[in-house]
């Protein structure tokens, strides 16, 4: 077990490879009442809950992005009315990292902000949506743009969760532990280097490592820069592409296989302007192709792309701005790429 503190809005801590059910007991203790969401998918595997004097609801939300929408959002605002919810309340998000996202908003906005713990049981919610403090829900003009800061008090990492997983959201969370690898920590890029995600999630060692490696990046860069005013962009190295195609494709994917086609296409767009090796532009494509992880998209959607990346969270004044690399583990921003350079590397995945 290990604990990594994250300091922000307020301090809490990351608590890896424990057993949440007895975790979240003392956390319990002076609650009148606790709210506990969770995706229908993980519904009946609530079990084993610590006895306590508070009053457990079990609230059910929809699947994946599907639930952070507005009315799931509004629904589960009446339920804590209806149960009268107060301030010493606690609500308790238990799945990925949809759920982490929409119940750490319910808790910020529910009589200006309650407490909130996160329990992701998937390995991208461990790694990145449950940890930082970002929360929030989806518009009809893309992902995550109605939302708020606001800090659980608490992450409680199971790593027992990972048995529910296929191999497929295994390997999507990779895409996001490798993207900190890229940005930061380079001992991540070189335990992925040749591995495939079967062989990555049967070494519980080193699962662990990648997970606890992972987790200390993001909370190193979110401590010194909550609310991402600009160090903490860094964390969407990525995710301009991989947003866009989230909508695009209606999340038909998941989060962590558009992240990996962002990558391909951030290391392209740094190699084309000439900041970044043909090598390191062709390690993204080689570790991910390797833990399966989609590294294509179609050449005919380029348009909607493009026009959905105009409204990304870094963008500015219809600026677009892109996190880049130089070199593992150093950062910079590509401001105003031209119109052919962001063509040409586009093409590049997708030919």
Request: aromatic fraction near 8%; charged fraction near 25%.
């Amino acid at each position: 077990m290990s604990n990594i503190s994250v300091s922000a809005d307020r301090k809490y801590e990351v608590e890896i490879d424990i057993n949440w059910q007895a975790a979240i007991k003392p956390l319990l203790v002076d609650r009148g009442q606790v709210a506990i969401i969770v995706s229908e998918a993980m519904r009946d595997r609530i079990v084993g809950l610590p006895e306590s004097d508070a009053q457990i609801h079990i609230f059910t939300v929809p699947d994946s992005e599907a639930g952070k929408s507005f009315a799931t959002y509004q629904k589960v605002l009446d339920w804590l009315g209806a149960a009268g919810f107060t301030r010493n309340d606690l609500v308790i998000a238990v799945g990925g990292g949809a759920v982490t996202d929409l119940s750490g908003f319910v808790a910020s906005t529910w009589l200006r902000g309650i407490d909130w713990v996160a329990v992701p049981t998937t390995l991208a919610a461990m790694v990145d949506a449950a940890v930082g403090g970002k929360t929030g829900i989806n518009s009809e003009y893309g992902k995550n743009l109605i939302g708020s800061f606001y800090s659980p008090i608490s992450v409680l990492v199971d790593l027992a969760w990972l048995e529910t997983l296929s191999d497929r959201d295994f390997a999507a969370g990779l895409a996001e532990v490798l993207k900190s690898g890229f940005i930061v920590d380079r001992v991540i890029v070189e335990l992925l280097k040749g591995k495939s995600v079967q062989e990555v999630r049967s070494d519980r060692a080193l699962t662990l490592e990648l997970i606890s490696r992972t987790v200390g990046v993001k909370a190193k860069v979110v401590s010194g820069d909550f609310k991402e005013s600009f160090d903490r962009e860094i964390l969407n190295y990525g995710h301009t592409l991989g947003h866009a195609i989230e909508l695009h494709c209606k999340y038909s994917l998941r989060h962590g296989e558009c992240v990996s086609i962002g990558l391909v296409f951030a290391a392209n767009l740094a190699n084309q302007t000439g900041i970044l090796s043909d090598e390191i532009t062709q390690l993204h494509l080689s570790i991910l192709q390797k833990l399966g992880l989609p590294t294509t998209y179609e050449s005919r959607h380029w348009a909607e792309l493009r026009a959905s990346m105009a409204i990304d969270k870094k963008s500015r004044s219809g600026t677009l701005r892109f996190v880049a690399i130089s070199e593992i583990g150093k950062t910079l921003r590509i401001e105003a790429p031209s119109e052919s350079d962001l063509l040409a590397a586009y093409e590049r995945l997708s030919s």
